[in-house]
């Protein structure tokens, strides 16, 4: 069983940063990929950003250039720093730990997750 907790969520203006921190315990598995979704209101989960062990990372297109996945393999954590923000990137924000190279999205274990909403 693995453990996620997620923290960093809140509200923010447009134009501004939150930064988004998740740490993993229980029985890691050290080669999973790890990853940051999220569901707006009324839509579906959706992928924002992965990164595997070695460090390659995918971001959805609306994210990219505003938003950094990290991870600290040593202290299991993942971190999502999200930079000029947009209202429409309001969710409920998901950390995700899968097996390397599974893509159904609602794969793997999950966190309770956290919201961000960005106002306008």
């Known amino acids: 069983q693995v453990q996620l907790v997620e923290s960093g969520g809140g509200l923010v203006q447009a134009g501004g940063s939150l930064r988004l921190s998740c740490a993993a315990s229980g029985s890691i598995v050290s080669s999973n990929t790890m990853g940051w979704y999220r569901q707006p209101p009324g839509k579906q989960r959706e992928l924002v950003a992965s990164i595997t062990r070695g460090g390659t990372t995918n971001y959805a297109t609306s994210v990219k250039g505003r938003f950094t996945i990290a991870r600290d393999n040593a202290k299991n954590t993942v971190n999502l720093q999200m930079n000029s923000l947009k209202p429409e990137d309001t969710a409920v924000y998901y950390c995700?730990?899968?097996?390397?190279?599974?893509?159904?999205?609602?794969?793997?274990?999950w966190g309770q997750g956290t919201q961000v909403t960005v106002s306008s």
């Open positions: 995700n730990s899968r097996a390397f190279g599974v893509t159904t999205i609602y794969a793997g274990y």
